[in-house]
């Protein structure tokens, strides 16, 4: 399996992103997809699961401006960002496993990443 970002940037705060990430490999129909992101100094933490029914979860500090989303067809999956702010500035990862259902975002229960791409937000 492979999955492979892009979409990153440099943005003014307020400003807009949509990241994809296109999967390679992956002949399961039962899979939870998420974006990652980890800012210099910090954890990784979880942005945003997707189950492969459409179910979707999202972090408490980007709820309501960052959308987690998958076009089955093209094997990719989205995260539109919205109202940035510099906080907001870090590596984006997508992560993969296979299941029905999502667990919590924790980075070691995902067994696949992408290599990631980088986000900024500037003041």
């Known amino acids: 399996v492979q999955l492979v970002e892009s979409g990153g940037g440099s943005v003014q705060s307020g400003g807009s992103l949509r990241l994809s990430c296109a999967v390679f490999g992956y002949t399961y129909s039962s899979y939870c997809m998420g974006w990652f992101r980890q800012a210099p100094g910090k954890d990784r933490e979880g942005v945003a699961t997707?189950?492969?029914?459409?179910?979707?979860s999202t972090a408490d500090s980007v709820k309501g401006r960052f959308t987690i989303s998958q076009d089955n067809a093209k094997n990719t999956l989205y995260l539109q960002m919205n109202s940035l702010k510099p906080e907001d500035t870090a590596m984006y990862y997508c992560?993969?496993?296979?299941?029905?259902?999502?667990?919590?975002?924790?980075?070691?229960?995902?067994?696949?990443w992408g290599q990631g791409t980088q986000v900024t937000v500037s003041s």
């Open positions: 997707i189950e492969s029914d459409g179910t979707t």
């Open positions: 992560a993969g496993r296979y299941g029905s259902s999502c667990p919590r975002p924790v980075p070691a229960l995902f067994g696949y």
